[in-house]
C-alpha cells in the first residue's frame, strides 16, 4: 500500500530492501545516471543503504571531492555521492549539498537510520510511530493508510484552522493527528528504542545586514544566480524554462542564453484573446524573440478548465493546497513532459527580493518602526501609551498573527504554541521589520504551496522535475543579508521594488522590459466577478466536505458571500478573499481524496 501511495512520485522504476529491522521502498523519475542510479542503494561494503528523494546539483564537485581522497564510484548518480559522502564526513555531509533532498541512510552495524532534509524544505519527509515502530514516507496519505480509520477522522482541527487562516502549515505540522514533518534545514538520528524523533538544525535564514555596497550587490547577485542556474542544468534528460518573460523567468533565459550558451524550450501559459490580451504572452513573445529562444505559448482556457480540473490537479495532494492556480500549473506541466523532465522556473524571487505589488509599503511601515524604536527608550516615562509605543516588534508580531485565529475555542494553546515557535525562529533569523518578516514568513510559511508544494507534487505528478535557481541557499543566504533599500528603493513607488534584480536584469533588457509591475504566470486569469460566480457554483457543490472534516460549513458559506458581495461592487481582492479561497480550496481537496 505504501508503494502504491508514492507511486506518482516516480514512475520510471520501483525499488525496495529490507534486513530484520529496516524496510525502505522507493520510486524513481529518472534524471541523472538514468541506467545506474536505482533505489534503495547499498555502499559498497553493504553496511549503509540509501533511499533518497530530490537532486543534488553540486554533487560532481562533492564527488571530484571523495575521489582525491580515494573513494571509489561505482555510478555517475547523485544517490552515491550523497552515500558515500555520508560515509566519510557524517552528518556534515548535509553542510556540502546545494541542492532539493529528503533521505534516509541505514546503518546496518548500528542499527540507527540518519534523516535529513534540505535546507527549505522543497522536498517532503513526513514521519509517524504507529504500533511502536517508525514509519516515513513523502506522502502523509501513506501513513494515514497506516490505520483503520478514514483521513477525515484523522483531521487535526487546530492546524486546519491554523492552514484556513495563514494559507499553510508551518514547521513540522500536517493537517493530521499524529503525523509529523521533519522541519526544512534539519537532520535527525533515529536508534533502536527511541521514542521521539530529535531534530537538529542544521541551516536557517540570518538577516544580520551587509554594508555591501549596489555595485558589489550587482556582482554577487551575478554570480549567485549565473552558478545557481548552471548547476541546475545538470540532467541525463531534456530541460525547458517556465517562461512568463518577467523578470525573474526573464533573467534566467538571459543567463541561459548569453552567459551559459544554453536555449532550453521555453513555455509560457495563459489565456489570450481580442478582448483580454495577455501581457504575458506579448512580453514572452518579445523577448523569446531577441533572445532566439525555441518558446511554445499555451492557451488555457480557464473559464471551461479551472474548476473542472481541479479535482484531478489535486488528486495527489495529500495535504491541502491554498493556490486555485495550481489547475493550469498541473495543464503546464502537463504540456511540458512531451518535450523535456526537467523544468528551470523563477520561484522564489518575489519572497526574497519584495516582487509584489503591496511590499513597497513594508518599506513605509519600516521607517515608521525606526521612529517608534527611536521613541520607546523614553516611553517608561509616560503612562497610558498605545501598546505600538511599548511592545517590541516580535511581540507586535505575535499579537497580530494570534489575533487572526479564532478567538475563545478549545485549540488556544495549540496555537499559541505554534505562533510561539515561529516568533522563536524570527529571533533566531534575527527579524527586526516588517520588510524581513514579510520574507521569512512568505518563505516559509504563507507562500509555501507556490514555492515548493506545487512545483513537487504537480510536477512529479506529471513527472517532471522543478527547479528554482533563486531557491539556492546561497542565494537566500546573500538576499538575506541583503540591506532593504536595495530590494524597495523607495517606499512610495510601486515600481521601486525588487530594485536590485530589476537593476540587474535592465542591464540586460532595457528599462521597458525591467520595470513593467509584477504580472507573473498566469497572471490574466482574472479573479473578477465571472470567476466569483463560478467559484461560487462549485461551492454550493462541496460545502458538506467541510462539515465532514469537522469545519462549519455554514459560517464558511456565509464567509464567501461575504467576498462575493464585495467583488460585485467591484472590489476584486478584499479583506474576506483569503478566507473564501482557504475554505474553497480545503472543500475542493477533502472531495479529491
Not at 546496518?108 to 524544505?121: M, N, P, Q, T, V
Not at 521521539?196 to 538544525?201: A, D, E, G, S, V
Not at 516611553?379 to 479564532?406: E, G
Not at 513527472?463 to 528554482?468: K, L, N, P
Request: with cysteine; proline share 4%; hydrophobic share 35%.
Amino acid at each position: 500500500m505504501m508503494h502504491a501511495d508514492i507511486a506518482y512520485r516516480g514512475r520510471d522504476a520501483q525499488g525496495q530492501w529490507q534486513d530484520n529491522q529496516c524496510a525502505l521502498l522507493h520510486t524513481r523519475l529518472s534524471i541523472l545516471d538514468i541506467g545506474g542510479g536505482d533505489q534503495p542503494m547499498p555502499s559498497n561494503d553493504g553496511r549503509y543503504v540509501i533511499c533518497y528523494n530530490g537532486e543534488v546539483f553540486n554533487y560532481i564537485e562533492i564527488q571530484d571531492e571523495l575521489k582525491k581522497q580515494g573513494v571509489i564510484f561505482k555510478t555517475e548518480s547523485d544517490t552515491e555521492v550523497i552515500l558515500n559522502g555520508f560515509i566519510h564526513y557524517g552528518a556534515d555531509i548535509v553542510q556540502k549539498l546545494n541542492g532539493m533532498f529528503a533521505f534516509v541512510i541505514w546503518d546496518k552495524r548500528e542499527k540507527s537510520l540518519f534523516i535529513a532534509r534540505d535546507h527549505l524544505g522543497k522536498k517532503p519527509f513526513y514521519y509517524r510511530y504507529y504500533k511502536g515502530d517508525f514509519y516515513f514516507s513523502s506522502t502523509t496519505k501513506s501513513l494515514c493508510n497506516l490505520t483503520n480509520e478514514t483521513f477525515q477522522d484523522q483531521i487535526n482541527i487546530a492546524h486546519t484552522n491554523l492552514f484556513r487562516t495563514f494559507g499553510g502549515l508551518y514547521g513540522d505540522m500536517t493537517m493530521f493527528n499524529d503525523i509529523y514533518a521533519l522541519k526544512p534545514g534539519h537532520h535527525a538520528v533515529l536508534k533502536p528504542g527511541d521514542k521521539k524523533l530529535l531534530q537538529t538544525r542544521y541551516w536557517h535564514m540570518d538577516f544580520t545586514k551587509s554594508t555591501i555596497t549596489k555595485q558589489d550587490a550587482l556582482s554577487q547577485y551575478d554570480q549567485i544566480l549565473t552558478q545557481a542556474t548552471k548547476i541546475r542544468l545538470r540532467s541525463d534528460v531534456p530541460l525547458a524554462l517556465t517562461f512568463s518573460g518577467g523578470v525573474d523567468s526573464g533573467t534566467l533565459a538571459v543567463i541561459c542564453v548569453n552567459k551559459l550558451g544554453i536555449n532550453p524550450n521555453s513555455f509560457t501559459i495563459d489565456y489570450h484573446d481580442e478582448g483580454s490580451e495577455s501581457p504575458d504572452k506579448i512580453r514572452s513573445d518579445e523577448l523569446a524573440g531577441t533572445l532566439g529562444l525555441n518558446h511554445r505559448y499555451i492557451q488555457y482556457d480557464y473559464m471551461d478548465h479551472i474548476f473542472s480540473d481541479i479535482s484531478r490537479s489535486l488528486k495527489h495532494y495529500d495535504q491541502p493546497c491554498n493556490q486555485l492556480p495550481v489547475t493550469y500549473l498541473h495543464y503546464l506541466y502537463k504540456s511540458i513532459k512531451p518535450h523535456a523532465t526537467v523544468a528551470i522556473c523563477g520561484n522564489g524571487a518575489d519572497e526574497l527580493f519584495t516582487g509584489y505589488r503591496s511590499d513597497y509599503q513594508k518599506r513605509r511601515n519600516d521607517i515608521a518602526l525606526q521612529i517608534i524604536n527611536g521613541i520607546r527608550p523614553i516611553t517608561q516615562f509616560i503612562p497610558k501609551l498605545p501598546t505600538i509605543f511599548t511592545q517590541s516588534f516580535h511581540n507586535t508580531a505575535k499579537s497580530k498573527m494570534m489575533a487572526k485565529l479564532p478567538q475563545s475555542d478549545i485549540y488556544g494553546d495549540v496555537y499559541e504554541a505554534v505562533i510561539d515557535g515561529f516568533i522563536n525562529d524570527l529571533v533566531d533569523a534575527n527579524v527586526q521589520n516588517y520588510t524581513d518578516f514579510n520574507t521569512y514568513y512568505s518563505l516559509m510559511w504563507g507562500a509555501n504551496d507556490p514555492n515548493f508544494r506545487m512545483p513537487d507534487i504537480t510536477g512529479m505528478d506529471n513527472q517532471v522535475e522543478v527547479r528554482s535557481p533563486f531557491l539556492d541557499h546561497t542565494m537566500v543566504e546573500f538576499a538575506c543579508a541583503l540591506p532593504n533599500h536595495l530590494k524597495v528603493s523607495s517606499p512610495w513607488i510601486k515600481k521601486d521594488t525588487k530594485y536590485l534584480p530589476k537593476q540587474y536584469y535592465e542591464g540586460h533588457v532595457g528599462r521597458e522590459l525591467a520595470q513593467t509591475l509584477k504580472h507573473g504566470m498566469g497572471s490574466n486569469i482574472a479573479f473578477d466577478k465571472r470567476l466569483a460566480q463560478m467559484m461560487e457554483v462549485e461551492f454550493n457543490t462541496s460545502y458538506g466536505a467541510l462539515d465532514m472534516i469537522g469545519i462549519n460549513a455554514a459560517h464558511a458559506k456565509s464567509k464567501f458571500q461575504n467576498y462575493k458581495n464585495e467583488v460585485d461592487k467591484g472590489n476584486d481582492f478584499n479583506i474576506h478573499a483569503a478566507e473564501a479561497f482557504s475554505n474553497f480550496m480545503l472543500a475542493k481537496w477533502a472531495l479529491a481524496q
